[in-house]
């Protein structure tokens, strides 16, 4: 059993910063690319960041110069540093992680999402 747990969300004012953590836990041999992922009210699931298990990264317009991921292989956690938030940045956010657990090969696991909640 896999599981990924987001955390890390929760209201601050624009112009403010946070730090969003995804950790996986479980029967895990290795991760292979993990995105980050939001949702706000009314619009589709967007994805905000990506990082491969070789460390490259990807980013939306949107994210560029204002995100950073990075993840910690050791502790199986990536996260998502935000600054200069905007209240457009407002979501409930989502990591995704293509996970190879014992007896399973790769597949994709989804956590439950922790909310973003910037002020104007």
């Known amino acids: 059993q896999v599981q990924l747990v987001e955390s890390g969300g929760g209201l601050v004012q624009a112009g403010g910063s946070l730090r969003l953590s995804c950790a996986a836990s479980?029967?895990?041999?290795?991760?292979?690319?993990v995105g980050w992922y939001r949702q706000a009210p009314g619009k589709q699931r967007e994805l905000v960041s990506e990082i491969t298990s070789g460390g490259s990264t990807n980013y939306a317009d949107s994210a560029k110069g204002r995100f950073t991921i990075s993840r910690d292989n050791a502790k199986n956690t990536v996260y998502l540093q935000m600054s200069s938030l905007k209240f457009e940045d407002t979501a409930v956010y989502y990591c995704k992680a293509r996970i190879n657990a014992r007896g399973i090969w790769f597949r994709d696991y989804w956590g439950q999402g922790t909310q973003v909640t910037v002020s104007s």
């Open positions: 479980g029967n895990i041999v290795s991760i292979n690319d």
